[in-house]
Nanobody
Framework: QVQLVESGGGLVQPGGSLRLSCKAS????????MGWYRQAPGKQRELVAG???????HYADSVKGRFTMSRDNAENTGYLQMNNLKPEDTAVYYC?????????????WGQGTQVTVSS
C-alpha cells in the first residue's frame, strides 16, 4: 500500500503564499501522473494542477498564473506553490498519484491538508 503525506497547509491572508508538499512512500517515476485537487465545503472535489504521464503540466483556469506545480522524482515528492492566494482558494487540498504498473494504473490519495485564506 502506497502512502501519500501532504504538508504545508495553514492559515494565510489574502495575497499570501503557501507551498504544499506531497511525499510518497513509493518511488515516483516520470511515467507516473500526479495531481493536486481541492474540495471546498459543499462543493465537489476539483483538479487544481496536474502533471501527466507524458510530463505535461496543466492548471485549472482559476489558478493559472498563481499556482505552480513541480515534482522531484528523486525525493518522491510533489509540490504546489501557491501565490497571491484568494479567499476562494480555501479548501482541503489533496495529492493524487497514478502509478503505471504491470497490472494497470493504480491511484492513491493523500489525507488532505487544509488551506484557509482569510484576513
Amino acid at each position: 500500500q502506497v502512502q501519500l503525506v501532504e504538508s504545508g497547509g495553514g492559515l494565510v491572508q489574502p495575497g499570501g503564499s503557501l507551498r504544499l508538499s506531497c511525499k510518497a512512500s513509493r518511488s515516483i517515476s516520470s511515467r507516473d501522473a500526479m495531481g493536486w485537487y481541492r474540495q471546498a465545503p459543499g462543493k465537489q472535489r476539483e483538479l487544481v494542477a496536474g502533471i501527466t504521464s507524458s510530463g505535461v503540466t496543466h492548471y485549472a483556469d482559476s489558478v493559472k498564473g498563481r499556482f505552480t506545480m513541480s515534482r522531484d522524482n528523486a525525493e518522491n515528492t510533489g509540490y504546489l506553490q501557491m501565490n497571491n492566494l484568494k479567499p476562494e482558494d480555501t479548501a482541503v487540498y489533496y495529492c493524487n498519484v497514478e502509478y503505471r504498473t504491470t497490472w494497470g494504473p493504480r491511484n492513491y490519495w493523500g489525507q488532505g491538508t487544509q488551506v484557509t485564506v482569510s484576513s
